[in-house]
């Protein structure tokens, strides 16, 4: 008994200084920027996996190679009720119901197909790796089909995966369209942060964020093409693809560049 209370403050000290270890290192704090990136058309290419649900569907090469080109015509419908018995019809919500959004909508299986926007891997792991900034996926996937299809997919092609970013999809069921769903997760959970840029395929969705929330928060949309007649003034950076486009997005996001500008939050008249 004696022995063992003679070692007791030798252990008592071990542990002391074990849990010391075990606090958290605050100069690892999260970061207070953010860069939100939708998904598809923004870092994943999903023609592939169009391409691939519509031979499933017995369309053929040629009508979907038309069809992913926006020809409507494709399916020899004039007044269009072919196409939109496929691909139903976005306004009343039959989008996702028809045969087409059967499986791109519920499917998650069919993701394989995405090809990776290129550079993009690269790019997002430059912002954590080099400038400390919280990588947030911000998509309209359904969260119950998607949540972890989507970080196997983010993590085979090499974005930062659960443990560096945070992935937000959309619930089954929120009753909201994708794009009411994206401002309300923009304007509720993240405006104790600093939201320095957003990357979205959609100018629609883009330009309501810019109403909504950060004045200094930049606009980025991958494009296929450059816009020959751009806004003026643009408020919208379009790149054609993270690679070419490096130089840019490293000027924006150099090291030097004085971000104080986007820490301060949004006021009640940008809120509303």
């Known amino acids: 008994m004696c022995v063992r209370l003679r070692f007791r403050p ?5 542990a002391v200084f074990g849990f010391g270890l ?22 994943f290419s999903p023609e592939r996996r169009i391409a691939r649900i519509l031979q499933d569907l017995g369309v053929e090469p040629d009508q979907a190679r038309r069809l992913l080109s926006k020809d409507r015509s494709a399916l020899g419908a004039k007044d269009l009720a072919a ?15 028809s045969p087409f959004g059967r499986l791109f909508y519920y499917d998650s299986s069919y993701l394989v197909h995405d090809a990776v926007m290129p550079g993009a891997p690269e790019f997002v792991r430059w912002l954590t ?7 947030i996926y911000l998509s309209g996937r359904i969260q119950e089909r998607f949540q972890d299809a989507t970080w196997v997919q983010l993590q085979t092609a090499g974005f930062p995966g659960k443990f560096e970013a945070e992935l937000i999809l959309e619930p089954e069921f929120s009753g909201l369209t994708h794009d009411d769903f994206k401002l ?6 993240l405006q104790e942060r600093s939201i320095l840029a957003i990357f979205d395929d ?9 109403k909504a929330l950060y004045p200094e ?56």
């Not at 075990?22 to 870092?43: G, N, Y």
């Open 10 to 14: 030798l252990f008592l000290a071990i």
């Open 22 to 43: 075990a606090l958290p290192d605050t100069s690892l704090a999260e970061p207070d920027q953010v860069v939100v990136f939708d998904l598809d058309r923004t870092l």
């Open 83 to 97: 196409f939109r018995r496929l691909f139903g019809d976005y306004s009343n919500g039959s989008h996702k119901s």
């Open 129 to 135: 790796q080099n400038h400390h900034i919280k990588i």
């Open 184 to 189: 309300g997760v923009l304007k509720s959970r």
């Open 202 to 210: 959609s100018s629609r969705n883009l330009l309501a964020f810019k």
């Open 217 to 272: 928060t930049q606009l980025f949309r991958p494009v296929r093409d450059k816009s020959k007649t751009p806004l003026e003034p643009n408020p919208i950076i379009e790149i054609l693809d993270y690679e070419k486009d490096f130089p840019l997005l490293e000027n924006f996001f150099g090291a030097g560049r004085d971000c104080s500008g986007f820490m301060k939050k949004p006021n009640a008249e940008q809120n509303r």
